[in-house]
Each structure stands twice: as structure tokens, then as C-alpha cells.
């Protein structure tokens, strides 16, 4: 009947902490609180199947360099300001990622990169289309992508 009672219950709480307490919102609540559980049940995706979870460690490693590297070079086109012309694009990456959790995963990877951003997906060409803010090599990017996230997501998951 209750899929995730704990969410249930903290959006029950949350509910109730801002509105008044009464019998009426008490009852309203808890009707929002279980439509809530059960839509965030029908939106759970199918479990990922991991052929190499050793793998996983690496991959954070790589992404926390990553992150910590385009920082500092972000950091560094900002504060050099007009010094340097900048060339930020548009590319657009062929992937050979199918699985929906390894996309999402690429997503936040390429994301949460300072100077990168995911834009859009295209299921049926199987490209993306991401954003850089220095973009200098175009094949450069699209190499560093596949070799360094998709062939270690793909190696993690089927």
C-alpha cells in the first residue's frame, strides 16, 4: 500500500511543519504523502547490472581529478578576464552507451565539470550534445570523453 514509507512520512512531516496542524491538514497531508510514495515507486528505474564494480574507484578518481583540474582552469579564465579570447562551442558526442543509468551517469559526470555541460541527448543518432567553455580541440574533447568516462561505464555496466 505504501511503497517508501519513509518518504511518505517525511513529506507527511514536511507538510504538516508548513501548514497548520489541524485534522484537515492531517488528512490532506497524508493523501499527498502517499501519492507521493506511490508516484516516486512507478519512477524507479531498472537496477544496473554491474560486470566490473571493481572499476568504480578508478572511475571516481578520474572524475574527482577531473573536477579538481577544470577548477583551476575555469578559475584561471576567469580571473585572466579579456586577456584571452575565449572560444566556447557547441560538440556533439557519438556514444555507445545505451544503458539509461550509464547515461545519467555520463550526465553528472560531464556536468559537474566546471567548463562542460550536457545539453541534450539524442537516442536515436546515439550522440550528445555538450557545451564546452574553452573549447580549443573539438576531436580532443570527444577523445577524452570516450576514452576516459564510456569505455570505463561501459566496462562497469551492461
Known amino acids: 500500500m505504501i511503497p517508501h514509507p519513509l518518504l511518505s512520512m517525511a513529506l507527511l512531516l514536511m507538510w504538516l511543519l508548513l501548514n497548520d496542524f489541524t485534522l484537515g491538514h492531517l488528512v490532506l497531508g497524508s493523501v499527498v504523502a502517499i501519492f507521493g510514495g506511490w ?18 574507484p578508478k ?14 582552469a575555469v578559475a584561471l579564465l576567469m580571473i585572466s578576464g579579456k586577456r584571452r579570447k575565449q572560444t566556447s562551442g557547441f560538440i ?16 553528472v559526470i560531464l556536468t559537474s565539470t566546471p567548463g562542460s555541460a550536457w545539453l541534450a541527448y539524442d537516442e536515436r543518432r546515439k550522440t550528445v550534445l555538450i557545451h564546452v567553455l574553452d573549447l580549443i580541440d573539438e576531436e580532443q574533447w570527444i577523445e577524452n570523453i570516450k576514452h576516459r568516462y564510456e569505455r570505463l561505464l561501459l566496462e562497469i555496466i551492461e
Not at 39 to 56: G, I, N, Q, T, V
Not at 59 to 72: P, Y
Not at 92 to 104: D, G, Q, S
Open 59 to 72: 572511475l571516481f578518481l578520474i572524475v574527482f581529478v577531473d573536477i579538481i583540474r577544470s577548477n583551476l
Open 39 to 56: 508516484a516516486m515507486a512507478s519512477l524507479r528505474p531498472d537496477k544496473p547490472k554491474m560486470k566490473k564494480w571493481y572499476l568504480l
Open 92 to 107: 556533439t558526442v557519438p556514444l555507445e552507451i545505451e544503458h539509461p543509468t550509464a547515461l545519467a551517469i555520463m550526465a
